[in-house]
């Protein structure tokens, strides 16, 4: 299974800066006929629509507002998703305001993309079955104390990605699961990650050729790579394996 992108149309949420914005104009550079720019206040889009024109369209998309995506899903030419946005709160584990940090990174970082999911599978389906590409993280799988919330809501999102690639293979479409290491955006300045940082480019290099050679996971950046070559053989073994069908 491929997913080639030129001619189609997207959709990408967070598209108002980082590396949702970077996607949004990756995808279009490539070929996209058209892309709807999904960010909680579409006020924030203007310039990629200068910049486009009417291959962008604006979409009110807040995952922490289930109604919002569900209206995002009527848009029904949608032929791939990528759910970019997310939210870090850096938490100390052992003070009471984690337990707040963790619930609000579930309710975007885990409950968005199972939203996200279910208003747009049929869509998909409808369309050939396309592709849903999810952002998570290298956090995903390595835990950081500095951000041990975020860290463990990434490991929920992944669990979910890798149950969305069965449930959504069925239909045809086509799930990529995208783990970043540091990236210059300003989430990666705010934890104080801007040096060793790289551009939101080389993820959405990496998710074009996931997409083109079905592959399921992509490690887009230097750290990520490194750590990819630990991990590849568990990947492969379990976590791609159907291990449940026999």
């Known amino acids: 299974m491929g997913f080639d992108i030129d001619g189609k149309v997207a959709l990408v949420t967070g598209s108002n800066r980082g590396i949702g914005k970077s996607i949004v104009e990756g995808l279009l550079g490539r070929g996209a006929s058209k892309v709807y720019a999904g960010a909680r206040k579409t006020a924030n889009l203007a310039g990629l629509v200068e910049r486009f024109g009417d291959r962008v369209v604006p979409v009110e998309i807040d995952l922490e507002r289930p109604a919002s995506v569900e209206a995002a899903a009527s848009n029904r030419d949608v032929e791939l998703v990528v759910n970019n946005a997310g939210i870090l709160k850096a938490a100390n584990l052992l003070l009471p305001e984690a337990e707040d940090a963790l619930k609000a990174e579930f309710e975007v970082n885990v409950l968005g993309p199972m939203r996200m999911a279910r208003a747009f599978s049929p869509v998909l389906a409808a369309n050939g079955g396309g592709a849903f590409v999810q952002l998570n993280s290298v956090v995903s799988i390595k835990s950081f104390p500095d951000f041990a919330t975020y860290c463990a809501s990434k490991a929920a999102s992944y669990s979910i990605t890798q149950s969305l690639r069965s449930v959504l293979g069925k239909q045809g479409t086509q799930v990529v699961s995208v ?68």
């Open 179 to 246: 783990h970043p290491g540091p990236i210059a955006t300003d989430m990666a300045t705010s934890a104080g990650l801007q040096d060793v940082a790289e551009p939101p480019s080389v993820v959405v290099e990496a998710i074009v050729s996931a997409l083109a050679s079905g592959e399921f996971h992509a490690f887009p950046d230097s750290m990520a790579r490194d750590l990819w070559k630990a991990y590849e053989g568990f990947a492969r073994s379990v976590v791609e394996a159907d291990l449940a069908g026999g």
